[in-house]
Nanobody, 121 residues
């Protein structure tokens, strides 16, 4: 399965941006991670296979929304009220074994190439 992200870009603080991730095949749990310059990659959000369970890291709760369209094999991350500290390369990841919710990147089997999100102050 290949994952292809799109939708990153440059936005001013307080603005909104949406990124998407299209999978070439069926996936189960999907996650978004991000990596800022000089920092380790960190968990952002997770959505279950059916879309009825969603989890977020504390720093994005109330601002980011993860969703998916299984008919299109696509997962989305809507980002509102963006802050400069949200600047990072955003990666989507997919679980092919129905492991369920995980913030551990080692529990994901497929990764996209990443898309840059830059929030200016």
């Amino acid at each position: 399965v290949q994952l292809v992200e799109s939708g990153g870009g440059l936005v001013q603080a307080g603005g909104s941006l949406s990124v998407s991730c299209a999978a070439s095949g069926r996936t189960f749990g999907m996650g978004w991670f991000r990596q800022a310059p000089g920092k380790e990659r960190e968990f952002v959000a997770f959505i279950s296979w059916k879309g009825n369970s969603k989890y977020y890291t504390d720093s994005v709760k109330g601002r980011f929304t993860i969703s998916r369209d299984n008919a299109k094999n696509t997962v989305y991350l809507q980002m509102n009220s963006l802050k400069p500290e949200d600047t990072a390369v955003y990666y989507c990841a997919a679980d092919r074994m129905l492991r369920g919710y995980s913030e551990n990147e080692y529990n994901y089997d497929y990764w996209g190439q990443g898309t840059q999100v830059t929030v200016s102050s």
